[in-house]
Nanobody
Framework: EVQLQASGGGLVQAGGSLSLSCAAS????????IGWFRQAPGKDREMVSC????????NYGDSVKGRFTISGDDAKTTVYLQMNNLEPEDTAIYYC????????????????WGQGTQVTVSS
């Protein structure tokens, strides 16, 4: 059984930082790109960031470039998302995701979804 266990999130003031973690199990890590999508109220899900577990290639959505950093542990079981200089527009439910082989911008191409974790940024 594939499990993507997300943790972290919470409430922070604008300009602050938060860190998310995603512990993955039940998949062959070199075959997947692990990352995060988010969904704000009334909006579609959008790709935030992902990392290819096979070669470490990272991708970021345009709105978070320069502020968020994704990384993975050496055991390739956990992925971290460090979020700095948070803005109210970052408020959303963040979902840990796994997509076969490559990072994708499309939620339709995600193979596995974890439970969401709420991130709220106050102005």
């Amino acid at each position: 059984e594939v499990q993507l266990q997300a943790s972290g999130g919470g409430l922070v003031q604008a300009g602050g930082s938060l860190s998310l973690s995603c512990a993955a199990s039940g998949i062959t890590f070199d075959d997947y790109a692990i990352g995060w999508f988010r969904q704000a109220p009334g909006k579609d899900r959008e790709m935030v960031s992902c990392i290819s577990r096979s070669d470490g290639t990272t991708n970021y959505g345009d709105s978070v470039k320069g502020r968020f950093t994704i990384s993975g542990d050496d055991a390739k079981t956990t992925v971290y998302l460090q979020m700095n200089n948070l803005e109210p527009e970052d408020t959303a439910i963040y979902y840990c995701t796994a997509a076969a082989v490559f990072c994708t911008l499309s939620a339709l191409e995600i193979d596995y979804w974890g439970q969401g974790t709420q991130v709220t940024v106050s102005s």
